[in-house]
C-alpha cells in the first residue's frame, strides 16, 4: 500500500521501519519541526525525521495542519499511519486517504486515553497495560479498535522501559493490522464506554515525591516520571539542600516517620512500609546507582528527604 506516516518521538520508530520493511510504499513523513535541545539549544531533529532521512522518505514538519489537505492529498495515499505524532489531525486530514487513518495508541482502550498512557499506567500501579491499533476519528482516542494486546508491567519496569517494549510491539501490531487492512479483511469494534480514563499531560509540578503514600504508589510515581520529567526530592549535602532526582526505586520493609532514611543503604520510610532508592541523580551529574551515590555524599539513617 501507499501510506504517509505521522510521528516524532523514538516510540514511533519502530511502526515506521516495520512498514518499509513489509514492503509499504511510505510516500512521505511528516513529524513535528526541530526544536532546540540540550545545553547549547542548538535544534534537533525528531527521531523520526533522523529515521526517514535515514531511509530516503520525504520529510514534512508543518507547524500546523491547517494547510495540508492539498499537499496531503496530491501524495494519493492508500491510508495514514499515525503514533505520536504530537498534533491534532483535522477531520478533513482523517480523510485524507481512502482507507482511513490508522493509530498505535500505548494502552489497553479505553483505559488511558490521552497524552501520557504509558507514564499514567505506571504511576497508577496498573498490573498490565498494551498497545491498540484503531481507526481514527475526531474524538480524542475515541476511534473504533481494530487489534488489541496486552502485556504485564513489571514491578521494575520505568515509563521509559515500558515504552520500549510496547514500542516494539505497537510496530509489529500496526504490520498485522495494515496487512489486514490491505487485504479488505481488517474489522473495528467500537469502545465500550464503561472503563474509559483519560492520561493527561504529565506536568513538572507532579514531580516532587510525596513520601506520605504507601511504598508501592511512591514506586509507581517515581517509574512512571522516568525518563522526563523525573521525581524528585530534597536533602541536605554539604550543609545546603540540594533537589536530587530519584530514578528507580524498590519497595523494601521498614517503617518510620514518611521521607526519613532507615538505614546506610538508602531506604526512605513512606506512609506506609519504605522503599530503597537504586538510582539517583545529583543536579547536574550524570545518573548513578545508590552504592556509588553514597561514596561521594553522606546520607546517614534519620536524614530527612523531602
Known amino acids: 500500500m501507499r501510506l504517509v506516516f505521522m510521528g516524532t518521538p523514538p516510540f514511533a520508530v519502530p511502526t515506521l521501519m516495520e512498514a518499509v520493511g513489509q514492503g509499504h510504499e511510505v510516500a512521505a513523513v511528516y513529524t513535528q519541526p526541530p526544536r532546540p535541545a540540550g545545553r547549547g539549544m542548538a535544534e534537533r531533529r525528531s527521531a523520526v525525521h533522523d529515521a526517514a532521512a535515514a531511509l530516503g522518505i520525504e520529510v514534512r514538519h508543518p507547524v500546523r495542519l491547517a494547510g495540508e ?47 501520557a498512557p504509558i507514564a499514567r499506567a505506571v504511576i497508577a500501579g496498573d498490573l498490565e497495560t498494551g498497545v491498540a491499533v484503531m481507526r481514527m476519528e475526531a474524538g480524542l482516542d475515541t476511534g473504533p479498535v481494530a487489534m488489541m494486546e496486552a502485556t504485564p508491567i513489571a514491578p521494575h519496569e520505568t515509563a521509559g522501559d515500558l515504552a520500549e517494549r510496547l514500542a516494539r510491539l505497537g510496530a509489529d501490531l500496526m504490520a498485522r493490522a495494515l496487512g489486514g487492512l490491505e487485504r479488505g479483511a481488517l474489522t473495528v469494534t467500537p469502545q465500550p464506554e464503561d472503563g474509559v480514563t483519560y492520561a493527561h499531560k504529565i506536568d513538572k509540578a507532579e514531580a516532587r515525591i510525596d513520601f506520605a503514600g504507601d511504598a508501592a504508589s511512591v514506586r509507581g510515581h517515581v517509574h512512571g516520571l522516568n525518563p522526563m520529567p523525573g521525581a524528585w526530592t530534597t536533602l541536605a549535602l554539604s550543609g545546603r539542600e540540594e533537589r536530587l532526582k530519584v530514578l528507580r526505586v524498590v519497595v523494601a520493609e521498614g517503617e518510620g516517620e514518611p521521607g526519613t532514611v532507615l538505614d546506610d543503604a538508602l531506604t526512605v520510610a513512606c506512609g506506609a512500609g519504605a522503599v530503597r532508592l537504586l538510582e539517583v541523580q545529583r543536579a547536574g551529574k550524570a545518573p548513578v546507582d545508590a552504592a556509588a551515590f553514597l561514596r561521594g555524599a553522606s546520607v546517614p539513617a534519620g536524614t530527612r528527604l523531602g
Do not use: K
Not at 498505535?104 to 490521552?114: D, F, N, T
Open 69 to 115: 489537505l492539498e499537499p496531503l492529498a496530491a501524495l494519493q495515499p492508500d491510508a495514514l499511519v499515525v503514533v505520536a505524532y504530537g498534533l491534532i489531525l483535522p477531520e478533513p486530514v482523517l480523510g485524507a486517504a481512502p482507507l482511513g487513518a490508522w493509530n498505535v495508541h500505548a494502552s489497553l482502550l479505553p483505559r488511558w486515553r490521552g497524552a
